[in-house]
């Protein structure tokens, strides 16, 4: 064998046991430092958050997350419109077969990234503005190839 993989190894060896054997662990009793609120208690509302829609560890959103989530959904939809292309044609082939989805997923790919396109272009211009879906996506899934995430 090699003699500084032999140094190597011993070396990494003495370092895990000289570590081991100064860990010490205590077990310590912890306490809560924020009182619970009584069941009868409201918390206060700010106008500055909304309700979202999406299902994650964050329900509620500031209305500045909400814009700028409003802006980069336009701008991922501008950049990715012809994504849709691809994406219709392996969609259309998985349900079909794969000679209907080259011809079938092309119309549907171009129909779709059109309207991605249309809509990317209009949640840029009006990112500030809450518009009749309250920062909502005008077109699901928010963004393209969003339903191979989940």
Same mark, same amino acid.
């Given at each position: 064998?090699?003699?500084?993989?032999?140094?190597?190894?011993?070396?990494?060896?003495?370092? #895990?046991?000289? @570590?081991? /054997? $100064?860990?010490?662990?205590?077990?310590?009793?912890? =306490?809560?430092?924020?009182? #619970?609120?009584? @069941?009868? /208690? $409201?918390?206060?509302?700010?106008?500055?958050?909304? =309700?979202?829609?999406?299902?994650?560890?964050?329900?509620?959103?500031?209305?500045?997350?909400?814009?700028a989530r409003k802006l980069a959904r336009g701008v991922a939809n501008v950049t990715l419109c012809v994504a849709e292309i691809p994406n219709q044609m392996f969609q259309e082939a998985y349900k079909t077969s794969p000679v209907s989805g080259a011809v079938v997923g092309i119309w549907l790919g171009?129909?779709?990234?059109?309207?991605?396109?249309?809509?990317?272009?209009?949640?840029?211009?009006?990112f500030y503005h809450p518009g009749k879906n309250n920062y909502q996506p005008y077109i699901e899934p928010e963004v393209v190839f969003e339903e191979y995430l989940r």
């Open positions: 064998m090699n003699l500084k993989f032999i140094s190597g190894t011993l070396i990494l060896l003495a370092w #895990a046991v000289c @570590v081991q /054997a $100064t860990e010490v662990t205590v077990p310590v009793k912890v =306490t809560p430092v924020i009182p #619970a609120l009584p @069941v009868d /208690a $409201t918390v206060p509302h700010d106008d500055n958050f909304y =309700t979202s829609s999406t299902k994650g560890p964050f329900y509620d959103q500031s209305l500045h997350e909400l814009k171009v129909k779709k990234g059109s309207a991605r396109l249309a809509i990317g272009l209009w949640e840029i211009a009006t």
